[in-house]
T-cell receptor, first 116, second 113 residues
């Protein structure tokens, strides 16, 4: 069975602060994929990043960065110099295996509130 | 480019009434399709997924059903809504045979009164 845990249900920061959203996953597969999605107040889930289990390189995209560590089964997401527009619910997700139709397992989400 | 359309955006329905939510995908063929529900302030629950026309798998037994009458059309239905069916419903698609990301529709906020 696979599981994704986002222990932080809600985080509140002041604009320009850095913030890290934690994601810990469980899977028995050696091949798997990790994702982060953003859900703004409008409700639509917006894809942010995909990372496969064989690629532990960290990634940076503008103010966003992701730290994938297989040793601790974590895939954490950091927003640098947060902005009010970053306020949203963020979901981490896991998909195992190489076969089509394997469903995404989502974490419970972390609500990020960035105050001006 | 691929797009996903989901409607209606909001819906208020009385208890016991039927439901039909529609989702269509454009710009791709033979996608995997999904229905998720999100209760207020909570995470995403997978309801149904489909890997092809007429092929529906249910993840959670409940008062809802799904159908895929065409390759890029996915419908979520109920014969008689319950109060507990209220929530935010999201449709998603992804390419088959590749472990790519899923793309989500804009969602339908359903309130059963």
């Amino acid at each position: 069975a696979q599981k994704v845990t986002q222990a932080q249900t809600e985080i509140s920061v002041v604009e320009k602060e850095d913030v890290t959203l934690d994601c810990v996953y469980e899977t028995r597969d050696t091949t798997y994929y990790l994702f982060w999605y953003k859900q703004p107040p409008s409700g639509e889930l917006v894809f942010l990043i995909r990372r496969n289990s064989f690629d532990e390189q960290n990634e940076i995209s503008g103010r966003y960065s992701w730290n994938f560590q297989k040793s601790t089964s974590s895939f954490n997401f950091t927003i640098t110099a947060s902005q009010v527009v970053d306020s949203a619910v963020y979901f981490c997700a896991l998909r195992h295996g190489d076969n089509a139709g394997n469903m995404l397992t989502f974490g419970g989400g972390t609500r990020l509130m960035v105050k001006p | 480019s691929q797009t996903i359309h989901q409607w209606p955006a909001t819906l208020v329905q009385p208890v016991g009434s039927p439901l039909s939510l529609e989702c269509t995908v454009e710009g791709t063929s033979n996608p995997n399709l999904y229905w998720y529900r999100q209760a207020a302030g909570r995470g995403l629950q997978l309801l149904f997924y489909s890997v092809g026309i007429g092929q529906i798998s249910s993840e959670v037994p409940q008062n809802l059903s799904a159908s895929r009458p065409q390759d890029r059309q996915f419908i979520l239905s109920s014969k008689k809504l319950l109060l507990s069916d209220s929530g935010f419903y999201l449709c998603a698609w992804e390419r088959q045979s590749m472990n790519t990301e899923a793309f989500f529709g804009q969602g339908t906020r359903l309130t059963v009164v």
